[in-house]
Every structure is written in structure tokens, then in C-alpha cells.
Nanobody, 122 residues
Framework: QVQLVESGGGLVQAGGSLRLSCAAS????????MGWFRQAPGKEREFVAA????????HYADSVKGRFTISRDNAKNTVYLQMNSLKPEDTAVYYCAATDVKSDYYTEYDYWGQGTQVTVSS
């Protein structure tokens, strides 16, 4: 079992930045691929970014490419999502998740955090 706890969400103006963190505990010795997803009210959960255990592979949704950066510090069992040039359409609850496979489908992810709210005002 892996427990994931997100932090760093909040209210920011359009054009601003936020950095989300996801702290993992439990079975962290496994080399999980970590992903970030988001879900806005009335919409399905959508993929944002993913990173391999080594950090050598990253993958982004087209909507965030060039604005968001995913990274990880395995010594701290923490994954980050740096979000720059935020837009109102980035408003959502952001979730981190863990999986054994390289995927942008939420059904492939086995462990989930509780989510952190990001609100971008215009």
C-alpha cells in the first residue's frame, strides 16, 4: 500500500504560479510511476503529467505542455508539479497517483491522494 498526500493548492491570479507537492508513504520502495490528474466540477478526471521513477521519462497533456513541469525527489518520496502561466481553465482539484505502468489513463493508477484545490481567477 502507498499513501499519497497532496499539498500546495490555493487561489492564484491568471498568469501566476503554484507548486504542488505529493508526499508518499508506505510501500515507497517500489519504483512507481507517478502522475498528476485534475478534475473540474462536472467534468471527467483528466491526465496532466507523469514521471518515471528515475525521472528520465516524463509525459504531459497538450493543454499544460510548456507551462507545467513534473519532477520528483525520491530521497524525500515526493513528487512536484510546478505550474506556471496559470489560466482560469486550470481550475480543478488536482490529484497525484501511482502506477506500475507508463500511462495517462486514470484507470491504470492504483493509488490516489485526496486531492488539492487549485483556483485560478481571471
Amino acid at each position: 500500500q502507498v499513501q499519497l498526500v497532496e499539498s500546495g493548492g490555493g487561489l492564484v491570479q491568471a498568469g501566476g504560479s503554484l507548486r504542488l507537492s505529493c508526499a508518499a508513504s508506505g510501500r515507497t520502495s517500489s519504483r512507481y510511476i507517478m502522475g498528476w490528474f485534475r478534475q473540474a466540477p462536472g467534468k471527467e478526471r483528466e491526465f496532466v503529467a507523469a514521471i518515471s521513477w528515475s525521472g528520465g521519462w516524463t509525459h504531459y497533456a497538450d493543454s499544460v505542455k510548456g507551462r507545467f513541469t513534473i519532477s520528483r525527489d525520491n530521497a524525500k518520496n515526493t513528487v512536484y508539479l510546478q505550474m506556471n502561466s496559470l489560466k482560469p481553465e486550470d481550475t480543478a482539484v488536482y490529484y497525484c497517483a501511482a502506477t506500475d505502468v507508463k500511462s495517462d489513463y486514470y484507470t491504470e493508477y492504483d493509488y490516489w491522494g485526496q486531492g488539492t484545490q487549485v483556483t485560478v481567477s481571471s
